[in-house]
């Protein structure tokens, strides 16, 4: 929950206090206080134009194995001389240390901090944001300052939150959606059609196997996490429309909205539900097991699956790809799609107020004006009060994502935590 009005040396007492008990905090209060003030400092800076993003790594360099190698550990790239730990040094220094794959590598020397140099990470550690069954590496328990954005500074420990400042408030939780219960609500009946389907299937089997809810969602919650960070990587922004809508409904039934290109609605625009069902018959097939749910799917090697999975993330591709015009994209609650290059009415009412939730329940909420938006925020506000069954998820160019939805005939917002 966001906490005051705070600066770096308020987050750096924070993270001190709140730092796991289980591990040691080897850094000393000044050192951690003057760490996240330069960050803070650089998070303000552009260089080129480009807003500066890092993740500064404060462990000395000889807790770092010279074997070491990405998405296992780290390649560490030592610098000859240490260099001070200053905005301007990070602003310089950030473009050669891509937030995803790398960072910037600081340590104590005579009660400073110095740049040691450059460490080699991968982008495994994203693996939750992305999607996917991939374990995440844990390779240190020292703190890790990630920097996304102007004023945005958090700190990390094995990957986890310990603390962080937005809006100039404390944060000592981000908020992820799919966590939630009220979104795979919203996909319910779809979820309980698939498992019908697989079943039918399944009983003309020797054994037949049922499917569990978490199996179900948590792949359609990982292809849209897949199809949200492949938008983000294009940095052109986008919205994606889910809509409540019946197989084979004209798409002329879809109020409010102007469809500029309008899918076909054979196989083809239903491939992911192909390539779902296909998925569950595959991991069905390796146990005897009454039902498999999402750890099965998840332990499980084969190429056959992994195929399958890929197919999915290639659809998250397509759907993100379409994201590059202007306008919506437009899919249904089983994730078919409908067109792209859609215009929300203007025509449609526009809510009088919007509210940004502060938890992932929506249920702490903040009145938000509806002015303080762009359009296509505007027009995601327009679409979940016109369809309050349907969710909208905006994609800015700065990367930030909404998630749009109607709670009990409120218009409420969600900014999803992107990144760990």
Partial sequence: MPRGNAYPPDLARYVKEHWP???????PPELLEQALAVAFQA?????????????????????????????EGVLRLRFERTRSLTADEIRRLAPAVPFEPALIGAQAEANDLRIWGIAHSGPAWLAPTWGGRSLVPNWTYDPIVHVNG?????????????????????????????????????????????RAVHAAK??????????????????GQHMLRRAIQIARGARHGGLLLCVSSEPDAPVDGLGGLRLKYRIGQDEPSRRYRTLLLRLLEAVAATTSNPSVGWSDFASNASAELEALEQAVFEWSRVVANLMAID????????????????????????????????????????ADDVENVGTRHRAA???????????????????????????????VYWEQSVSP
Avoid at 202 to 219: F, I, K, N, W, Y
Avoid at 349 to 365: F, I, K, N, Q
Wanted: aromatic share 6%.
């Fill in 327 to 366: 306008g919506a994209v437009v899919v249904d609650k089983r994730f078919g799609l409908l067109g792209f290059g859609a215009e929300v009415s203007g025509e449609l009412p526009t809510p009088e107020r919007v509210y940004r939730a502060l938890d992932s329940e929506g249920h702490d909420v903040k």
């Fill in 381 to 411: 506000y327009r679409f979940v009060n016109d369809h309050p069954d349907g969710v909208a998820i905006v994609i800015s160019q700065d990367g930030g994502v909404s998630f749009v939805a109607n709670r009990a005939g409120r218009v």
């Fill in 150 to 194: 102007p004023g945005k500074v958090a700190v990390r420990c094995a990957g986890k939150l310990v603390g962080a400042m937005e809006r100039g408030q404390l944060v000592d939780a981000t908020i992820d959606v799919f966590d939630s219960e009220w979104l795979p609500a919203m996909f319910a009946r779809e979820r309980e059609e698939i």
């Fill in 21 to 27: 008990s289980e591990r040691e905090l080897s850094l």
């Fill in 202 to 219: 399944q009983a003309r089997t020797a054994s037949p196997t049922a499917v569990e809810h978490s199996l179900v969602g948590r792949v």
């Fill in 43 to 71: 998070s303000l800076t552009s260089e080129e134009a480009r807003p500066v993003r890092f993740r500064l790594l404060l462990t000395p360099l000889e807790k770092l194995p010279e074997a070491g190698a990405p998405n």
